[in-house]
């Protein structure tokens, strides 16, 4: 389209048409517009449109030609607007100089075109009735549209109001509650008809607050003016006084001001808070003693390590370990076990102040936290009571069980400054007190510690000392009493320490145990001692007897028998050339099981030994009942013969009862001549001891026997 053709046509409407570009330049100015404002267009195009209308400035009109051209929104203004309308003059009835306004409708639209903003006023004369009755009738189908749409809003707003299960009460700047929904008249139990006579203070309040109505709505008025919301958890108790917990939503409804209303938005959260609770409870307390638990136990220590450490006080720390727990749990069972622990807690907790901690550190150890302690007296005299509490019998399942207790204990300041050093020279001190005999207590000196920390180490270097090859077994021979011929010899493990040199097994085997190492050194002694018996058989002839001593972790692995039968299998050596030696505590340690292990054995053709006879306390008729070939006497009673005659007199008697048990006799120890003549006298099958050799390595075993049969 042509400039020129666009130009007539805006020109041939009968309304003002005025186009303004981005600064309010006019950029059109029709016909109609000259006519009406006695301005021509060419004393318009360029100006701003307000500054030639200054009374334009600050009206509706100035504001609707800036949304146009800033918001790209319509807007359309028509009433009879004295102030703000177009100061046109229509000529045909008024003269120039009487400044009439005639009434207008004015549109103002924006308008973009090849990137620009414009915005196009278009004016029209509604002066004559028909128009202004059609610009009113437009107006009101605005306004009906208009009324619809705040209804069809309200109606929304009323259904989320009435039907949300969520509390929301309206309250105003005095905290006087205006309006409230369904769910909040339930929760807080007011009738619907007297809600409004109430302070929103009276329902709710903050969490922690212990004081009744303490809900500052100054304060929450003010941090509303800062951040138009927030939200926190509090408490809402009900016009009965049960408290229940909320989540609240405070916000703001803005009004003029004084008018201002408020609304909190709240839900209930008893079950989220039941389940932080159920969380709480389980990550603090022990479930089988309601007892704190090792994490509470160590925070309420170090809680009270900072307290103490201003007072000056000292703080007592008890690792209680109990004795014989794990044997009632294997034969009562593990509901049995659990019932025990709760009541060994509940005896515990007798012997404690308010002011005491006590908690379940782990499986059958307890730890005792011990306050306002003046000196060690104390603490020797809780340690006291609480060993006496265990003499009395534990009923459970009708069945009286008794167990002990081994307290180790140490103290704040002197033995540690932090929760874990002092736990752990407690528990050090309780090792000690378990060594020394059980049902004891011990206060925990840095010699303990010295001594631990050699086990750490040891425990280290024993789990290479396997792949280092550093374990050597040494061979003690063992002779017939009468003949004075081999009858076999016992396999003794050595370790050849890289620093300490060739150490006995009393000084590392324990540990071995203790850390579980026993088994896998263990079958490193079956293996080697096999095929030593087996070189043996093939360099002189005959079998030989090996003794091999077996640990209880050995003896209740499962895997025993099967790994026996493969060791002999590979080397081709008959089952009865080994022999099983088993100290006679271990055998009487859990006696249903013991019978199905040595049965097992027994089947599989290996002989078995009761090593140690004589320091535990079973009976030969116990005995009797156990599928066992032999039994040695411990070398203690020949050890203390040679001062006592009464020993001489018991190891008489021991032969003679193992003899009519069908047992063979095996004398361990035998250091004179005259324990060798006693044994020729009370016709002992086989003795032992350094009389007949000393432990010694295979090389000279071998030239040990050699030198034997020379002689002979
Ligand atoms: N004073 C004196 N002592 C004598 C005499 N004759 C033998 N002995 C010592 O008595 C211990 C006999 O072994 P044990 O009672 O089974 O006692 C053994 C055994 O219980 C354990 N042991 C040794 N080797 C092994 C092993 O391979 N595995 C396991 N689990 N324990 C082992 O270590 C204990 C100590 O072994 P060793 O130090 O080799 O000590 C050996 C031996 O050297 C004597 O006439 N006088």
Redesign the pocket.
Known sequence: MTRELYKNIIDSVSAGVIVLDEDTAVVSWNRWMEKRSGIRREDMLGKRVLDTFTELQGTRIERAIDKALHQNSPSVLSAKLMKASFPLYNESIVSRHNHQRIVQSIQIKPLQQDDKQFCVISIFDISTSDLRERALRTQSAMLTDLVRDLEEKDHELNTIFNSTQNGIIIFDINGQILNANPAAIRLTGVPHDEITDHYIYQYIDHISSDTFNSLDVEAIIGRLADHNEFEEEMTLTNHEGNMVPIKASFNIIPHEEKRSRFYIFFRDITRQKKAEEKLYRMARFDSVTGLDNRISFTEKLEYAINIHKRSGQTLSIFFIDLDRFKSVNDKLGHSAGDALLKMVGERLSTRCRDCDTLARWAGDEFVLLLEQQTHQRSAITVAEKIIAEFQKPFHIEATDVFIGASIGIAQYPEDGSTPEALVIHADQAMYQAKNEGKGNFRFFTEEMNARMTERLVMETELRNAIDQEEFQL?Y?PQIDVLSGNIAGV????RWNHPKRGLL???SF?EVAEDCGL?TA??DW?LQEAISISAQWQKRFGTPLMMS????PK?FNDDTLVAKLRRLLHAVGLAPSTLML?I?ENDLIADHQSTHLILNALKTLGVKIAI??FGTGYSSLAYLRTLPVDTLKID?EFF?RSRSDDTDSHIISAIIDLAHALKLEVIA????TYTQMELLKMKKCDIA????IG??MAFDTLQRWYDSKISVR
Request: proline share 6%; glycine share 8%.
């Open positions: 040494f003690q016992e396999a003794l493990i006995t097994p009393d085997i026993i050194i263990g002694v091999v001593n077996l640990s050995q030696e100290t090593d140690d070398k050890v361990e120890g035998i250091e032992q001891g350094f009389l000393k432990p």
